[in-house]
């Protein structure tokens, strides 16, 4: 393994675990929480909002570093020419963002609540038990993570792209009229006052000039948060629907404040020709493809769709013939498996600290399981439902991509003949 390839795998491994802190913070946070009286009732979803809060402020803070990481990474790889660096360099940081933002969400979506065990062998951290999915579904703390990181990271994000280049601009500023003042003041320097009209035309120069400076990664985090949005609003949309809504809105006023940003605040841009996006047409597709795999898993894996819809046509009152009774009667109590106290098992269901205040003999808790906690053939029932729906959704949404992107190109075939007229045209003038 070469040296930068050692380094990408090394920095993924460190946002991984990362993510991990949050989990244990998230499993430590509930039980504490709940030992407070007027907070007891809302520990686990008040522990899940520290737990976003807490995420959010991991990204601002992996962000700066992954920059720092993917610009050493891009130099060690010697690149050819400069569009090559820049490729490098796009690819490495969408990677490291991507894991920085959605390691945290796919572990709720996927494996909450499904690694934590049962009565009698649960799995711990620390002595504290894995966190268990919401009483509403694990779709819940899903939705409650990405509205917490949606809302702070387009609030405040919006504040401080706003606020920085103002204070550079005023502190630019107050600099430049300070160096004026010194220079003008001498009397050496009395001959530039008669000269001063002169530079009158050159004012919006002088104006450009005193605005907050560009860097080379300015345009590149405006696509990148961009991108990123767009990863946010397609990869869980099926547990957030009110993403897309979200983005819209934050589009809408984005584009009054860049604006204001770049007219007032900051440095023309110098334009540059193309006609592509370069690598990030890949990244989008490659965020399409994915984001009809993860909807596909939301849906078929964590939802209840899937269990209710195999209740109602295999377990229900309809299935049995009971054409009286609602469907889904029975169905919560058709979701739950009882587990007894034995002598093998004291404190299976209660800390021994608190044994003594609860006179405990069994607990229900949320599994297809028999009373030897094995497995029952309702789950593998369950469980060959969601895979074959999660296939056959995804194999329907990707035809109907490609169909899509076949009936509507990138590259419109009517722009291609114009440019290839425009470029004709051009030669025959210079060759006359």
């Known amino acids: 393994m070469k040296n930068d390839d050692f380094l990408v795998v090394l920095q993924v491994l460190v946002i991984i675990g990362l993510a ?28 899940m909002i520290l737990g976003a809060v807490l995420h959010y402020i991991t990204i601002q803070t992996m962000t700066q570093i992954n920059t720092w990481v993917s610009k050493k990474l891009s130099n060690l790889v010697n690149p050819n020419s400069r569009c090559e660096k820049h490729k490098t360099f796009t690819i490495m940081m969408f990677i ?82 300070q160096s004026e003042e010194t220079d003008y003041s001498n009397s050496e320097h009395a001959d530039c006052w008669k000269e001063k009209c002169d530079e009158c035309l050159l004012k919006d120069w002088q104006d450009n000039y005193q605005l907050a400076d560009l860097d080379d990664l300015s345009l590149f985090n405006v696509i990148l948060k961009m991108v990123i949005q767009f990863s946010f609003t397609t990869l869980f949309v099926a547990a957030f629907p009110l993403a897309p809504f979200m983005a819209l809105i934050n589009n809408i006023v984005e584009i009054r404040l860049e604006a204001i940003k770049m007219v007032r605040l900051e440095r023309r841009l110098i334009p540059k020709k193309t006609n592509v996006m370069g690598v990030w047409t890949n990244v989008l597709e490659a965020i399409g493809v994915l984001a009809v795999i993860t909807n596909g898993l939301v849906i078929g894996i964590t939802s209840d769709f899937i269990p209710r819809l195999v209740y109602r046509h295999w377990y229900g009152p309809c299935a049995m013939g009971d054409t009286n009774a609602h469907c889904m009667n029975g169905y919560i109590s058709s979701t739950l498996t009882t587990a007894y106290m034995n002598e093998s098992n004291p404190y299976g269901f209660v800390s021994p600290e608190q044994r003594h205040l609860h006179n405990v003999t069994e607990c229900s808790f949320r599994d297809f399981r028999s009373e030897d906690h094995s497995l029952t053939s309702h789950f593998w029932l369950v469980l060959a439902a969601r895979l074959a729906f999660v296939m056959v959704f995804e194999h329907i949404l990707l035809v109907f991509k490609s169909i899509v992107a076949w009936f509507v190109p990138s590259d419109s075939l009517t722009v291609k003949n114009d440019r290839r007229e425009k470029k004709l045209n051009r030669l025959k003038e210079e060759l006359k």
């Open 96 to 177: 490291f963002q991507f894991f920085t933002l959605f390691s945290s969400l796919f572990y709720i979506a996927f494996f909450l609540g499904r690694i934590n065990g049962h009565p009698g062998n649960y799995a711990r951290i620390a002595g504290f038990r894995l966190e268990e999915c919401h009483p509403s579904g694990c779709l819940t703390g899903l939705s409650i993570q990405m509205a917490v990181i949606m809302t702070l990271s387009q609030v405040i994000n919006k504040i401080s792209r706003l606020i920085v280049p103002w204070l550079k601009k005023k502190w630019k500023k107050s600099d430049t009229r």
């Open 20 to 47: 991990f802190g949050l989990v244990v913070f998230r499993v430590v946070a509930a039980p504490l929480l709940s030992e407070l009286e007027f907070m007891s009732d809302y520990a686990n979803t008040v522990a």
